[in-house]
């Protein structure tokens, strides 16, 4: 009895300036088990982030949307968000 996995992700990021710039990741997988009953399993996602720098002070913003489903259940969606901020001394 063999499992079957399959995964794919793509990324891009880009300078706006020298102080600032963005970056996208998507990704897609899929998990197909051979035991009796079990269903496959789709997962979708994809996130972004702007990053600027001010001096000593770095902050970051960033998005992400993912989803999942498998069959004979509801596809499952969840957006997350991030805000942060870091000072180096």
Same mark, same amino acid.
């Given at each position: 009895?063999?499992?079957?996995?399959?995964?794919?992700?793509? #990324? @891009?990021?880009?300078?706006?300036?020298? &102080?600032?710039? @963005?970056?996208?990741?998507?990704?897609?997988?899929?998990?197909?088990?051979?035991?009796?009953?079990?269903?496959?399993?789709?997962? @979708?996602?994809?996130?972004?982030? #702007?990053?600027?720098?001010?001096? &000593?002070?770095?902050? +970051?913003?960033?998005?992400?949307?993912?989803? #999942?489903? +498998? +069959?004979?259940?509801?596809?499952? @969606?969840?957006?997350?968000?991030?805000?942060?901020? &870091?000072?180096? #001394?």
């Amino acid at each position: 009895m063999t499992d079957e996995s399959y995964y794919a992700q793509a #990324f @891009i990021s880009r300078a706006l300036d020298s &102080r600032t710039s @963005i970056d996208a990741t998507a990704f897609a997988n899929y998990y197909q088990s051979n035991l009796t009953g079990a269903t496959d399993v789709y997962g @979708i996602g994809a996130t972004g982030t #702007f990053s600027k720098r001010f001096g &000593r002070l770095g902050t +970051q913003a960033s998005v992400g949307v993912y989803s #999942f489903s +498998q +069959q004979g259940q509801d596809t499952t @969606i969840s957006v997350q968000g991030l805000l942060g901020a &870091r000072y180096s #001394f």
